[in-house]
């Protein structure tokens, strides 16, 4: 049976500056050493859809999300 585990705030960190940049999502997956549906679910899940910052992946905002539906 595999073993899933949690991207890191480290990660997610990486995660955001690599698309300020403008990576793509496998570019991205690469860079982490990931497969790119683990960027694709990340960004899904935890990329707000309102508000000032739509649209944008913002790593602490995705880690609280992944906090608070894990507590």
């Known amino acids: 049976m595999k073993h899933y585990k949690?991207?890191?705030?480290f990660q997610r960190y990486h995660i955001?500056?690599?698309l300020q940049v403008g990576?793509?999502?496998s570019q991205i997956a690469a860079e982490l050493?990931?497969?790119k549906s683990t960027i694709s679910r990340e960004l899904k899940k935890n990329t707000?859809?309102?508000?000032?910052?739509?649209?944008t992946?913002?790593?602490?905002?995705a880690q609280r999300k992944?906090?608070?539906r894990h507590s």
Do not use: D
């Not at 992946?57 to 905002?61: F, L, N």
């Open 57 to 61: 992946y913002i790593a602490e905002h």
């Open 16 to 18: 955001q500056s690599l």
């Open 48 to 55: 707000p859809t309102r508000g000032q910052t739509a649209h």
């Open 23 to 25: 990576l793509t999502q």
């Open 66 to 68: 992944v906090r608070s």
């Open 33 to 35: 050493g990931v497969n």
């Open 6 to 9: 949690q991207l890191t705030l």
